[in-house]
C-alpha cells in the first residue's frame, strides 16, 4: 500500500511538472516606446521651453513574436497602440538608429537552421536577407558612418519578466564620428534583459544579443518590452517565410543604399541650380 502511495504522489508530482513546463507555442506581445524628450535630455542637450514644447511626444508601438517548436516570426502587431498624440505610430523605432534603423522590417527564424532572415520593403521592392543575431547592420540608407564596435558586459544582476528568470548584459558601444571637423569617438550604452527558460533564441534588435530570449531593451529614451504571453497552436505557414519576393545579399543591399544615397545628393544639387 505504501508503494502504491508513493508512485502515485510520483506521478502527480510529474504530472504536475509537465503542467508547469512553459508552452511550446504562442505569441508574445512586445511595446517599444520612443521618447525624443527623454533622448535629448540623456544625451546632455538643453533646450528652452519653447523647444522643449515643439518636441514630438512619445510613442508606442506594438509588435508580435509568433512562436513554435521549429519557427518563428516578429512583426509590427496589426493593432498597433495608440500614441500620446492620438495617432497610430506607424513607424518602427527601437532608438537604436545606429543598429540598422531607417528600414522598417521583418525577422523570420527557423530553430532548427539557425537560421535568420529580415523582410523588408526598398524602392517599392520586397527583399528578403539573410541575417545573423549579433551581427552589426549594413550601413543605414543616409549616412556613411560605419557600424559601431560593440562589448557586451555581463552582470549577475536578475529580474523577472513575464514569470521568467531574465539576466542583465549591458551592450556599451563605440562609434566614431566627425564632429566640426575633428573626429571624435562617442560611447554609448544599452541593457538587455535575456532569459534562457523560453529555449529559443530572439532578439527584438537582432543586432543586440548574446543568448537566449531577449525579453527587454533599454537605450536613452527607448525601451523595448515584452508585455504579455499567450500560449496556442501556431502552424507553420503563420510563420513561414512570405513567397515570391526577392532574395538580396548584405553586399547588394549596400550598394542600393549607396547608390540611393547619391541619386537623392545629386538631386538635391540640381535643384540649386
Known amino acids: 500500500?505504501?508503494?502504491?502511495?508513493?508512485?502515485?504522489?510520483?506521478?502527480?508530482?510529474?504530472?504536475?511538472?509537465?503542467?508547469?513546463?512553459?508552452?511550446?507555442?504562442?505569441?508574445?506581445?512586445?511595446?517599444?516606446?520612443?521618447?525624443?524628450?527623454?533622448?535629448?535630455?540623456?544625451?546632455?542637450?538643453?533646450?528652452?521651453?519653447?523647444?522643449?514644447a515643439r518636441i514630438p511626444k512619445s510613442s508606442v508601438t506594438s509588435f508580435e513574436l509568433l512562436f513554435n517548436t521549429d519557427k518563428a516570426s516578429y512583426k509590427q502587431a496589426a493593432d498597433p497602440k495608440i500614441n500620446n498624440n492620438g495617432r497610430g505610430s506607424g513607424i518602427r523605432y527601437g532608438g537604436l538608429g545606429v543598429f540598422g534603423g531607417g528600414i522598417s522590417k521583418d525577422y523570420y527564424y527557423d530553430f532548427k537552421d539557425h537560421r535568420l532572415t529580415q523582410a523588408f520593403d526598398l524602392n517599392d521592392t520586397l527583399f528578403l536577407m539573410e541575417d545573423t543575431l549579433g551581427m552589426p547592420p549594413v550601413v543605414g540608407f543616409g549616412t556613411l558612418h560605419p557600424a559601431p564596435a560593440i562589448e557586451y558586459i555581463k552582470s549577475d544582476e536578475r529580474r523577472d519578466i513575464l514569470g521568467f528568470k531574465c539576466h542583465k548584459v549591458t551592450a556599451m558601444t563605440t562609434v566614431k564620428r566627425k564632429i566640426q571637423g575633428m573626429e571624435k569617438e562617442i560611447t554609448d550604452e544599452v541593457i538587455l534583459w535575456y532569459t534562457d527558460e523560453l529555449g529559443f533564441d530572439f532578439s527584438p534588435n537582432p543586432v543586440l544579443w548574446t543568448a537566449g530570449t531577449v525579453l527587454a531593451i533599454?537605450?536613452?529614451?527607448?525601451?523595448?518590452?515584452?508585455?504579455?504571453?499567450?500560449?496556442?497552436?501556431?502552424?507553420?505557414?503563420?510563420?513561414?517565410?512570405?513567397?515570391?519576393?526577392?532574395?538580396?545579399?548584405?553586399?547588394q543591399l549596400r550598394d542600393k543604399l549607396e547608390s540611393r544615397r547619391k541619386q537623392i545628393h545629386f538631386s538635391r544639387i540640381g535643384s540649386w541650380n
Open 1 to 52: 500500500m505504501k508503494q502504491i502511495f508513493i508512485a502515485v504522489l510520483g506521478l502527480f508530482a510529474f504530472s504536475a511538472q509537465v503542467q508547469a513546463q512553459p508552452g511550446r507555442s504562442g505569441a508574445i506581445q512586445f511595446e517599444s516606446t520612443f521618447d525624443p524628450a527623454a533622448l535629448t535630455a540623456a544625451n546632455g542637450i538643453k533646450l528652452s521651453q519653447e523647444a522643449t
Open 218 to 251: 533599454e537605450g536613452k529614451g527607448t525601451r523595448i518590452e515584452a508585455k504579455s504571453i499567450r500560449y496556442k497552436e501556431v502552424d507553420t505557414k503563420e510563420v513561414g517565410l512570405p513567397e515570391n519576393i526577392t532574395t538580396i545579399s548584405r553586399g
